[in-house]
């Protein structure tokens, strides 16, 4: 398993980061993105979204459980499981489709569905650390 540590001092660098991310991303691959409320996930996904070509606007897909978009060089499919009450609603939405399909995958909350969730991933978890400042932010991407 390959570990690599990413350190922000800023918004901008989180999505910096993200954006080289979309730049070089294969189709199929998976994220999971891990981190606390307020850490910085959405604006890892944009800069992920902006790296990808995509142009629309991209938020936290609340009220449903992916948000698909279609305008980049590849299919950008943002899943946020955190309301998801059986791992069946997964089924209903066809998720395979998208996990085993030619976009990229990036899943919040992944925790939540851990059992349906492939080998070969990438998982990225976003940290505060205080004392390093209200800003910093260590971005840890663990390949699997
Ligand atoms: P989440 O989606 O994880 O709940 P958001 O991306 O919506 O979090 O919000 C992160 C907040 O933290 C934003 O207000 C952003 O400006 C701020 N922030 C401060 N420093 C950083 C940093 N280094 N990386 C990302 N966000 C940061
Ligand atoms: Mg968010």
């Not at 981190?35 to 902006?50: H, M, N, S």
């Not at 698909?68 to 943002?78: A, K, L, S, T």
């Not at 209903?92 to 085993?100: C, T």
Request: charged share 30%; net charge negative.
């Amino acid at each position: 398993m390959k570990e690599t540590i990413y350190e922000t001092f800023s918004p901008e660098e989180t999505r910096a980061l993200g954006k080289k991310l979309g730049e070089t991303a294969q189709p199929g691959e998976i994220y999971t993105l891990n981190g606390d409320l307020g850490v910085g996930k959405t604006v890892f996904t944009q800069g992920i979204a902006e790296g990808l070509g995509i142009t629309e606007a991209v938020s936290s897909p609340t009220f449903t459980i992916v948000q698909v978009y279609e305008d980049g060089r590849m299919p950008f499919y943002h899943f946020d499981v955190y309301r998801i009450g059986d791992i069946e609603e997964m089924d209903e939405i066809g998720y395979e489709d998208y996990f085993y399909g030619d976009g990229l995958c990036m899943i919040e909350w992944a925790g939540l569905i851990e059992e349906i969730l492939p080998e070969k991933r990438h998982d990225v978890t976003i940290e505060k650390e205080l004392e390093r400042g209200f800003d910093y932010r260590r971005i840890t991407i663990r390949e699997r």
